[in-house]
């Protein structure tokens, strides 16, 4: 049911809070469509509003904005409903506090949080707007419907606008059990409950995650039980705008592509087996006092150097810029265990000890340490064209820093410690020049930490989702470029292309629902026990092992390795014969979708699955198969294959990064190039002979690599390699 309105923009709150934080046009549309449509539609239970924004984008100020404007427009109360942590609940606090002073200086707004919330409050304060803040979690929650129903039963009646922050997986109505069985989440049932009795409320969710919220099943039955439980489906979308300042999985996962752009020096891979031993003290693994030169560390090491060098840097060039010095923060996140925090602690504080020895007692080790730190970070900043110190300089400023104790190392994960750790717009107080954070959960989600330049990341990607993956990604907002230049991100090769998987699933998603589909535009896909092609239950999806298809994306094996020549020349021989007698010549042509995949059968046959990394043929597989098959144009069932022969790629390029351009020659007769062109409607398959010499990497044994290229005219589809059953 809708009902036609009218909103008024013009009063108080929206006027002086829009020209308070200087709202440009695309903002004010986003916040006055959200209000508009809340007044609007009946935004129940199971169908809230959604304002859709990205991680650390500005969904915050945008919601504070839709606030503000709700109570100008006959509402009288906003709760907010933060993450279950004090930390993030006391910084929306803080920031509503800060938002919200004059008002509540003139006496016109009450702000509380619901745990602070005195049971004496007269009418006087009860008759202006309320802003309450409470976590979600059950005693908060508890807490707030004492306050509505019982303490002050008044207010019950009053029109509320209930706004969920944060809103994911968690709030969406069931999760998931150890036992793969599927209860019934209690904090959506309170908030569920809370908002049925309500006379006259409106329900604004707020997340940067959306897809649990929108690709869920119609009803969810839980086992055991006669309960049916109707999961959140959003009535409308707004979408928060992003200004170009922002930085997001765009740089971080398509710009650093590019050579020429500082993005590409960002990520640095560490080892698998470092994360093993930042797990727990074992001294068979590693001994502590070699925290300095021990390999095993080497990572670690390295950022904590490269955060000191950039840091110093960055304080170099703001001096030299007459502008006031900023402190700068560095994360270690890799663990939710304590255990696994208080031993990165005692790691990181001996690397801080022992570069405050050697800065007398052994000068040449830190010189070497500091020369290449400095050398790292010159890379990026040549590119950027600003202000570099020299060595010299920047090297007796880091010996100041050590010897000054500019470096502060802080363990953060205890809620009991959180009012320690919070400035006073709750963010997490620099207090010294360079900040490093260890911790595991609180650092999760919501917190902002001004001036991130490093980030070494460990969570195991074979459990992630895709809601909590990208909630970790702190290096996500506003960054300076030059802040940027000195930022690195370290976290393990596997680690890196899940991320890069998730930000290609989050953004097919968004852009359906830039283009209204929101209840369209995205088609899911698995594979059945018969190989059949079927739709897949978006809400069974594995993130780890999707596949996202869109116009023009190229798909292809990255960092495996050939067998060896003995036991694949043969095979090598019958596939030369075989795509000789397809693509006899350089002219694409077109053949069956079946003569396609028995080459990519055969060459996935040439591959040594116990070396490198592994191809996920199968989804390679399918959605070639996909693509030539679900299209209405006259070629359906066919691909466009491009043969080039005798070329000579190595395996891992310069940066030690493994090679994933082999299809990307410059000039006209480009394979990429030509591949573009043809596959309009169904996909062309680029097949690479290539020499695989032995000083390339390879093993002595030429081979082919493919490179599908989709249609331009993709519909975005995600394809599921595996499923939660």
């Given at each position: ?38 007044m ?11 304002l859709?924004g990205?991680?650390?984008?500005g969904?915050?100020?945008t ?8 109570f ?22 803080e920031?509503?506090k800060?938002?919200f002073?004059?008002?509540k ?9 619901i ?14 707007k ?14 707030l ?8 039963p ?15 997986f968690?709030s969406?109505?069931?999760?998931k059990t ?9 904090i959506?049932g ?34 055991g ?16 705008p992003?200004?170009?300042a922002?930085?997001g ?8 592509e ?5 993005a590409?020096?960002i ?16 001294r ?6 070699e ?6 560390i ?5 950022a ?26 560095f ?9 696994a ?8 504080i ?5 570069l405050?020895m050697i ?16 050398e ?8 950027l064209?600003?202000?570099l110190?020299?060595?010299e ?21 205890s ?10 717009t ?16 609180i650092?999760?989600r ?6 991130l ?33 000195v ?6 090769k596997?680690?890196?292309?899940v991320?890069e ?7 097919a ?21 018969k ?16 596949t ?18 003995t036991?694949i ?5 019958k ?21 396609a995949?028995?080459v990519?059968?055969?060459?996935k ?10 191809w ?21 069932g066919?691909?466009?294959i491009?043969v ?32 573009k ?5 169904i996909?062309?398959?680029i097949?690479?002979?290539q ?9 002595g044994c ?19 390699s595996?499923?939660?059953?």
């Amino acid at each position: 049911m809708t009902h036609t309105t009218t909103i008024q923009t013009n009063g108080n709150f929206y006027k002086k809070l829009a020209e308070k934080n200087q709202y440009d046009t695309e903002t004010r549309v986003c916040i006055e469509n959200t209000v508009e449509n809340l007044m609007k539609m009946e935004t129940t239970v199971d169908r809230p509003g959604m304002l859709l924004g990205k991680i650390q984008s500005g969904k915050t100020r945008t919601f504070i904005g839709a606030t503000a404007l709700s109570f100008d427009n006959g509402y009288d109360i906003t709760i907010v409903l933060t993450k279950g942590t004090r930390a993030l609940a006391q910084q929306t606090y803080e920031r509503l506090k800060t938002e919200f002073d004059d008002f509540k200086y003139d006496d016109v707004v009450q702000i509380f949080d619901i745990m602070s919330l005195p049971d004496n409050l007269a009418n006087y304060e009860l008759d202006q707007k309320l802003l309450i803040v409470a976590k979600k979690q059950k005693d908060n929650l508890s807490r707030l419907k004492k306050a509505l129903f019982e303490t002050y039963p008044m207010l019950a009646g009053r029109k509320i606008l209930i706004i969920d922050d944060e809103a994911d997986f968690a709030s969406v109505g069931f999760s998931k059990t150890n036992r793969e069985t599927t209860e019934i989440n209690k904090i959506a049932g309170q908030i569920d409950d809370l908002r049925k009795e309500l006379s006259d409320c409106d329900f604004l969710q707020v997340t940067a995650t959306p897809y649990s919220l929108y690709l869920q099943p119609e009803t969810l039955r839980v086992d055991g039980s006669n309960i049916e439980f109707k999961p959140v489906k959003p009535a409308f979308t707004e979408l928060v705008p992003v200004p170009d300042a922002y930085i997001g999985g765009d740089y971080y996962f398509e710009e650093s592509e590019e050579d020429d752009s500082i993005a590409s020096y960002i990520y640095e891979s560490i080892e698998l087996d470092e994360l093993h031993v930042l797990k727990k003290q074992d001294r068979r693994r590693f001994k502590i006092e070699e925290a300095l030169t021990s390999y095993k560390i080497k990572s670690l090491r390295n950022a904590v150097l490269n955060f000191i060098v950039g840091g110093v840097i960055r304080q170099n060039q703001e001096k030299h810029s007459g502008n006031r010095l900023k402190k700068y923060s560095f994360i270690v996140h890799t663990e939710q265990a304590k255990q696994a925090h208080e031993w990165q602690e005692e790691i990181v504080i001996e690397l801080k000890e022992q570069l405050r020895m050697i800065v007398d007692e052994d000068p040449v080790l830190l010189s070497r340490l500091i020369r290449a730190s400095y050398e790292n970070m010159k890379q990026s900043l040549l590119v950027l064209d600003r202000y570099l110190p020299d060595y010299e300089e920047v090297k007796q400023d880091v010996i100041t820093a050590i010897r000054r104790d500019f470096l502060m190392i802080t363990k953060v994960n205890s809620e009991k410690d959180v009012n320690q750790l919070l400035d006073d717009t709750g963010q997490l107080k620099l207090r010294t020049p360079l900040n490093i954070f260890i911790g595991g959960q609180i650092l999760d989600r919501g917190i902002t930490i001004g001036n991130l330049i490093g980030f070494y990341y460990g969570r195991n990607p074979k459990t992630f989702q895709q809601d909590t993956v990208l909630q970790h990604s702190r290096m996500f907002g506003y960054r300076p470029l030059e802040d940027l230049a000195v930022t690195r991100f370290y976290t393990t090769k596997s680690i890196y292309d899940v991320m890069e998987k998730i930000h290609e699933f989050d953004s097919a998603l968004r852009n359906a629902f830039e283009k209204g589909g929101q209840e369209k535009g995205v088609v899911f896909i698995q594979k059945d026990t018969k190989n059949q092609l079927i739709p897949c239950s978006p809400n069974k999806l594995l993130l780890s092992k999707t596949t996202t298809l869109k116009p023009y994306k190229r798909i292809l094996p990255i960092g495996f390795q050939t067998g060896y020549k003995t036991y694949i020349t043969d095979k090598i021989n019958k596939l030369d014969s075989n795509v000789n007698q397809i693509a006899p010549n350089e002219e694409p042509v077109l053949v069956d979708i079946e003569e396609a995949l028995k080459v990519v059968n055969q060459i996935k046959d040439t591959f040594d699955t116990r070396v490198g990394e592994t191809w996920d043929e199968k989804a390679f597989i399918s959605s070639l198969e996909y693509l030539s098959r679900n299209t209405d144009s006259q070629h359906k069932g066919k691909v466009w294959i491009i043969v080039r022969k005798g070329r000579n790629i190595g395996r891992i390029r310069q940066d030690g990064r493994y090679e994933d351009a082999p299809d990307t020659p410059k000039g006209s007769t480009s394979e990429l190039r030509i591949a573009k062109q043809f596959a309009t409607d169904i996909p062309a398959l680029i097949l690479l002979r290539q020499n695989g010499d032995e000083e390339k990497g390879w093993r002595g044994c030429p081979f082919w690599w493919p490179v599908l290229v989709t249609p331009g005219n993709t519909q975005t589809v995600i394809f599921a390699s595996e499923a939660n059953e």
